[in-house]
């Protein structure tokens, strides 16, 4: 009942989103820029500000590296057995490789695990978001037929994030004789408390945008296994093998076992790589991971 109880109140929030688009017909794309680029920063950086830089970063980013690796690896053995085509198996690793751990994972984190918990998934948010715009761009770009962008243009789309800037400040103060007043960190708390309600509520709007058209059963399945099945599988073998507290491997669990990352879905739209098959994933996936979720955070909590 305890891990019901935690997916209730996100998935409320969800709904919220997802009937506030359906009725009024905003566009989450203006929102979802507002909240990457005027929110994030703030939160981000309270989270790096706030938590001493130690081995724990460390781990973090190995785990992250590796499970997308790791995924991307099993999506290329499958393409070679099934034969796929270059743009399918680029489809597929957008849809497999990334988990939405941002408008998602976070605030699961929170409900599950308090503030210590949602520190450790900001954190991990933040080098996620890292691997997305530059991996997943490359993997976007690759299976595009009209656009090709290389290394130096994921690198371009990194050194647009605000996020990052926002990471490296908060991990700077933490060595600058600087205290940042009380007067400005007010503000910087009224931001950063905005954030995950407003990306909660702009994840159901963005599922409410999707249209399920042509069913790809076969390949679907495929990605679902892999996203809901495996990537905590894979999580589990890093939490045993990893020098980590007993709460970041929940954590890592718990992010590797979320479902596709919402942000794929534009990058699949924005390169033509399969956009209906990536965002049929997406909304699949989330819808599924309802079931998939309370037995994980059964078998961490």
């Known amino acids: 009942m305890e891990f019901i109880l935690v997916i209730l109140p996100v998935l409320l929030v969800f709904l919220v989103g997802y ?3 359906r009725t009024l017909h905003i566009d989450p794309k203006n929102i ?17 500000y706030e938590n001493e830089l130690n ?14 690796f790791g995924l991307i690896s099993l999506v290329y053995a499958l393409s070679y057995i ?46 996620q978001s890292l691997i997305m715009t530059t ?25 647009k994030m605000p996020t990052v800037y926002a990471a490296i400040l908060g991990i700077s103060f933490q060595f600058l004789p600087v205290h940042v007043p009380d007067t400005f960190y007010k503000s910087i708390n009224l931001v950063a408390d905005a954030t995950i309600p407003t990306v909660m509520i702009i994840l159901g709007m963005q599922l409410a945008t999707i249209r399920i058209k042509h069913l790809e059963i ?6 679902l296994v892999l996203k809901l099945v495996i990537s905590p599988l894979i999580a589990f073998l890093f939490a045993w093998i990893l020098p980590v507290s007993d709460l970041v491997a929940n954590i890592i669990i718990l992010m590797a076992a ?23 994933v997406t909304l699949v996936s989330t819808l599924a991971s309802v079931i998939t979720l309370p037995i994980i955070l059964a078998l961490i909590l």
């Open 19 to 21: 009937i506030g688009q």
């Open 32 to 48: 979802s820029k507002m909240a990457l680029y005027l929110l994030m920063p703030f939160l981000v950086f309270r989270t790096f």
């Open 55 to 68: 081995s724990t970063y460390l781990y973090l980013t190995i785990f992250a590296l590796g499970l997308c």
């Open 82 to 127: 099934k034969k796929y085509t270059r743009k399918e198996s680029s489809s597929l690793i957008l849809a497999s490789a990334f988990m939405n751990n941002g408008n998602y994972g976070t605030p699961v984190a929170l409900f599950a695990f308090g503030v210590a918990g949602f520190d450790i998934a900001i954190i991990l948010m933040v080098i």
């Open 135 to 159: 991996v997943g761009i490359y993997y976007a770009a690759k299976g595009s037929e009209e656009k090709q962008t290389g290394i130096l243009g994921s690198l371009m789309a990194v050194a």
């Open 218 to 223: 076969e390949k679907m399945s495929y990605s």
């Open 258 to 280: 979320m479902p596709s990352a919402a942000n794929t879905t534009m990058m699949s739209l924005e390169f033509n790589t399969k956009p209906e098959f990536v965002s049929s």
